[in-house]
């Protein structure tokens, strides 16, 4: 009797890591929107104590990756400019390699970036992330909020 529930136990295991492992990757059903865009939109506000600092010279990159992947972005939307709250939406036409499409679970940020050159963040830079990364892509609520100076 122990022997049937250990191995029952093992396999149900089995199955939730493998279920977990394909909504990661993108591959269970509903990790996408229904038309297989790839789409994650939503709205980006900052922080009272840093909205002074704004200046009409910032560009806001709004930056999709890979969970615990490369630090490379996997798709990313500039604005130029921004005023706050700013509605977002990126799909595959932001991926940064032709051909990759938005998938499966990834993490949301963005940047008030003052040079308006992408890379790391440099001094007087700005940023935020999605309070729940990482995400399914298909999320149109994605509430980021830019409460990081560097």
């Known amino acids: 009797m122990a022997k049937d529930t250990t191995q029952t ?3 149900a295991v089995g199955i939730i890591a493998l279920a977990g492992l394909a909504a990661w990757i993108g591959l269970a059903h509903g990790c996408e929107d229904p038309g297989g865009t790839g789409v994650v939109a939503g709205r980006v506000t900052i922080i009272p104590e840093l909205a002074d600092r704004v200046r009409s010279t910032d560009t806001l990159f709004i930056i999709v990756r890979r969970p615990q992947g490369p630090p490379r972005p ?4 500039r604005i130029d400019g921004p005023r706050f709250p700013l509605p977002f939406e990126i799909t595959n036409a932001d991926v940064m390699i032709q051909g990759t499409q938005l998938r499966g679970m990834v993490d949301v940020l963005a940047r008030l970036d003052k040079d308006g050159r992408a890379g790391p963040p440099q ?11 990482p995400t399914l892509v298909g999320g149109r609520d ?7 100076a560097y």
């Open 9 to 11: 136990i093992t396999m």
């Open 74 to 77: 996997l798709a990313v939307k």
């Open 123 to 133: 001094a007087g830079d700005m940023e935020g992330y999605f309070e729940k990364n």
């Open 142 to 148: 994605i509430e980021i909020t830019i409460n990081k």
